[in-house]
């Protein structure tokens, strides 16, 4: 399976940033709440309904196209109907002006203007007449330099010389000379044209909301130039609305399918960029993990060891970092604390990578280097704060744990379980606490920050995210496609290690642990039917969680059934009777009435 175009234009942006310009339509604004021209086009029909029937109410839709095919209307389009019922500039631009005003920058204005902070973009082609993503800009000290026709690009310094250069290919809303009408989009002003023919032919291009539906523009990508640099194109759906496909064609242009836009898409490609940056050359997640296996294969301990040492150092390090960074902070900094999760994501990806091929082939040593982990934490200076930023071991472990416990359960190797099971770690009140803890405060943050909307758990916002995150890992997803390829996956393999992290912390009689696997009955419920029926599973099982068989057999079923209360989970009856006795119900005891 193809790697997804993001990954390509993440890799163009952070390996060559200032060489892509973006190419904007209408779809960058539809999150601020700006119509688009289809939009525009309905309203000047309900307004030309008014005036000529004389009616002082809004038409129905249904009513409008009825009205629009008797009368012959029923063809024109957003500029065409602009044109007849404001033909004249002044009068065009106070109509548009209306619907601009009072804006204010959306989603995909703000992560533009994140781009251009960040030195990734400088150029912008915009068929927009707002001002919005001026406005962004301009709210992070960048005084963007703006052409809109020959004039105003003679009169501007070079694209060169500025922080973000603006193409604004069809005019200003506060201009008198915006081109909306058939005859006014034909031809652009020669010398803007021939401006905007060098960017398209010297830049990459990264084109968001635009249909390609302007004639003269269209022409301009169509006759790009052969270049170094490539063209990424955003569409809601594979295929793109026509007449995009034609551009797209024309140009070899990647396509990046996002069905929920422009914002959502640029805030995924500003994380990607984050992380990207977070490793340095050589030492991402997926480069990692391939030298652990290589060196594995190789029977090469002594520079396993070393590697693994390193690995271990740079993880606890950002950990050690961002946990003084942020735990006397407010909480209230979004973007701050994005950024600080943004570090410590990257360093967990990159532990988890060293660790994966340890669990599938050398379970010892994952077993020292989880310990090494739970030793390291008592040693931390103690602080004031925030708990979640305090605490900020505790989603990494988290997710490193139930990433390798999935994986683990999955594929059955069970000698690599036992340590992310039974190892805890000391806080400074000496209580013990599972390597797989519950995520916690900042678990759930980050589950609403990042996680798909609407959640799949509204109320554990963290368990719908991990998932989601695990099939954004593209280095994960190119080694271990046969896990992640499933559609229940790693959804089912997740259950399943639930229900064995539950069975640990209870026979340590520890606080219970979220029972995640309740809210997937088939799945823990065919699971324990397997544990049941398969003596020797069993005991691999009871291996894993710290007991012997005969305690496993007799405790599990009944730490599954109590869930202490935890009113928000379904009751765990049925999965717990299969576990002891292979049945959704338990058999009759003896002597009573049948």
Request: net charge negative.
């Amino acid at each position: 399976m193809p790697l997804d175009p993001i990954v390509s234009l993440s890799v163009a942006l952070a390996e060559a940033p200032g060489s892509c310009a973006c190419l904007l339509g209408a779809g960058v604004s539809v999150d601020a709440q700006i119509p688009t021209a289809w939009d525009i086009r309905q309203d000047g029909f309900r307004k030309l309904y008014r005036q000529e029937t004389g009616s002082d109410t809004t038409p129905t839709d249904e009513q409008l196209t009825q009205w629009l095919q008797e009368h012959g209307h029923g063809d024109l389009d957003y500029s065409s109907l602009l044109d007849q019922i404001a033909p004249d500039p002044a009068v065009r631009r106070e109509l548009l002006a209306g619907y601009f005003k009072a804006a204010k920058p959306g989603q995909a204005h703000e992560r533009l203007a994140d781009l251009a902070a960040d030195g990734y973009v400088r150029v912008f082609i915009t068929t927009n007449f707002d001002r919005l993503l001026e406005d962004a800009l301009t709210a992070r000290g960048i005084s963007p330099v703006v052409v809109s026709d020959d004039g105003t690009l003679a009169n501007a310094p070079r694209r060169e010389h500025a922080d973000a250069f603006i193409v604004k290919v069809h005019g200003d809303y506060m201009q008198e000379t915006i081109r909306n009408t058939p005859t006014e989009l034909a031809e652009l002003p020669p010398e803007l044209t021939t401006e905007l023919r060098a960017i398209v032919d010297h830049y990459g291009l990264l084109i968001i909301g635009w249909r390609g539906a302007d004639p003269a523009l269209a022409a301009i990508v169509r006759a790009r130039s052969p270049s170094r640099y490539g063209v990424w194109w955003l569409s809601r759906s594979d295929p793109p609305a026509d007449p995009g496909t034609t551009v797209i064609d024309a140009v070899g242009a990647r396509l990046i399918v996002r069905p929920d836009g422009a914002g959502a898409f640029l805030g995924e490609l500003g994380r990607r960029l984050t992380l990207y940056a977070a490793h340095p050359s050589g030492d991402d997640p997926g480069s990692i993990h391939d030298q652990v296996l290589s060196l594995i294969k190789r029977s090469d301990d002594i520079d396993l060891d070393e590697l693994l040492r390193r690995e271990r150092f740079e993880f606890e390090s950002v950990v050690q970092a961002v946990r003084a960074e942020m735990a006397n902070t407010s909480g209230a900094d979004t973007e701050g604390a994005l950024a600080a999760w943004a570090r410590l994501a990257a360093a967990t990806d990159r532990r988890l990578a060293s660790l994966i091929p340890l669990a599938l082939h050398r379970p010892e040593l994952l077993a020292a280097a989880i310990q090494e982990h739970v030793e390291w934490v008592p040693t931390l200076p103690a602080m004031g704060g925030l708990m979640a930023w305090v605490e900020a071991w505790v989603v990494p472990f988290w997710m490193i744990g139930m990433i390798l416990g999935g994986l683990a359960v999955h594929l059955d190797r069970y000698e690599a379980l036992r340590p992310l099971l039974t190892a805890t770690w000391l806080d400074p009140n000496r209580s013990a606490h599972a390597f797989v803890s519950p995520s916690g405060e900042l678990g759930e943050w980050v589950g609403a920050q990042l996680g798909p909307d609407p959640p799949p758990r509204p109320h554990f916002r963290a368990w719908g995210w991990l998932p989601h995150d695990v099939r954004a890992k593209d280095w994960l997803g190119t080694r271990y496609r046969p896990w992640l390829g499933r559609d229940d996956e790693p959804e089912r393999a997740f259950t399943k290690f639930s229900v064995l992290l539950h069975i640990a912390t209870g026979l340590r009689d520890e606080h219970a642990m979220t029972p995640w696997w309740t809210l997937d009955e088939p799945t823990s419920e065919g699971y324990a039917q397997r544990l049941h029926d398969n003596p020797a599973l069993r005991a691999q099982a009871a291996e894993a969680v710290g007991a012997t068989l005969e305690d496993f057999n007799a405790k599990a079923p009944d730490i599954l059934r109590s869930l202490h209360g935890m009113s928000a989970f379904p009751r765990p009856e049925r999965t717990a009777n299969m576990l002891e006795f292979g049945s959704y119900a338990a058999p009759p005891r003896e002597g009573a009435a049948s």
